[in-house]
């Protein structure tokens, strides 16, 4: 069996690892969508099913206003002013680090209405720990009207709010008491046509039970759209693949040259022929960063992009 992880385990080392892991849900949404509101939603939930949630709420400013929704005794860091993805992933590293202290169960992550989702994607998979984190996907809240209204935005706000859709496991079209029936049909096939593989609920106040998406997740292997949950409705997966014997600098950037388009993102520690610990790794977008450590970093690779199932890291034992 493959798990997630890209390491062959027997089910029950399987069942076990997934036990462990932490599930993080991104909540993604335009501005007023109804992010914070499903957020106190979600928590009440999680702790009415005994779990302990975290939060990590990010807002442009200097005060996070939002974190008033989050109840005493939940964990909540804040990341302020910035983008969760412009701020450096090392924050959100350090914040989410700080979570799994905690020892909390779910985290769910409030980005800004102006947060890229890959980018946010990309923030929050650390080859430090993304052994630890279950990251379900990106959950995006659309407000009905506006997306009806979409027209008539800006085209850089409209292709934010279109890519905020594309890249959902999951979505809400929210504010539906806002719409009328044919309202309601035309934003619902409106959002399909964007996102086929994605999951659909109408809500008012963001009212989605944790439990759909939760168990969105945990579906069996079956079909194509049930194959991982959330995380592989979405266009984009990610995928964590740990390293079992050193390469050489040279193969691996070989092969990088082979991959497709569509892996638009790579980090981590790689193990290089020749160097006492592995190398710290970037690519994004066809370029290749490599930085020395001069500590034994854990040699994990977290890939982001389409298809990453099909694909071999050399050195990682699945070639
Ligand atoms: N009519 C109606 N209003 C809603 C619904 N959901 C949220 N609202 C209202 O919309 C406003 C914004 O909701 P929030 O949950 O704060 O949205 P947000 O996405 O967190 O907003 P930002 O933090 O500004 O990005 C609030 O006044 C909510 O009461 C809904 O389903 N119907």
Not at 72 to 86: A, F, H, R, S
Request: net charge negative.
């Amino acid at each position: 069996m493959i798990a997630a992880g890209g390491v062959h385990l027997d089910s029950a080392r399987f069942i076990e690892r997934m036990t462990d892991m932490t599930e993080v849900f991104i909540l993604s949404g335009f501005l007023g969508s109804g992010k914070t509101s499903m957020l106190t939603w979600l928590i009440r939930q999680a702790k009415e099913e005994g779990l302990k949630p975290g939060v990590i709420m990010n807002e442009l400013g200097e005060l996070a206003f939002d974190s008033d929704a989050v109840q005493d005794g939940v964990p909540l860091k804040e990341i302020l002013n910035g983008c969760i993805c412009c701020t450096g992933s090392e924050k959100t590293e350090s914040q989410m680090q700080a979570l799994l202290h905690e020892n909390v169960d779910i985290i769910f992550i409030e980005t800004t209405g102006a947060a890229h989702p890959v980018e946010v994607l990309d923030a929050v998979h650390s080859p430090l720990f993304g052994d630890k984190l279950d990251v379900k996907g990106i959950v995006t809240v659309a407000d009905g009207k506006r997306y009806l209204a979409s027209d008539s935005m800006t085209p850089q706000v409209r292709m934010l709010f279109i890519e905020q859709i594309r890249h959902a496991g999951f979505i809400l079209l929210n504010k539906s008491d806002l719409l009328t029936d044919s309202g309601k049909a035309e934003a619902v096939m409106g959002i399909q046509s964007l996102n086929p593989g994605a999951r659909i609920v109408e809500t008012v106040n963001s009212r989605v039970p944790l439990s759909a998406l939760r168990s969105m997740a945990q579906q069996p292997s079956g079909t194509s759209v049930q194959k991982a949950g959330i995380g592989s409705h979405l266009p984009i997966g990610t995928r964590l693949v740990t390293f079992s014997r050193p390469v050489s600098r040279d193969h691996f950037e070989d092969w990088i040259r082979t991959l497709p388009e569509t892996v638009y993102r790579m980090k981590g520690y790689v193990p290089l022929e020749g160097k006492k610990y592995p190398s710290l790794f970037q690519y994004a977008y066809g370029m290749v960063q490599w930085i020395p450590e001069y500590m034994n970093m854990p040699a994990n690779l977290v890939l982001i992009g389409e298809g990453l199932s099909g694909i071999r890291v050399p050195g990682a034992g699945d070639e």
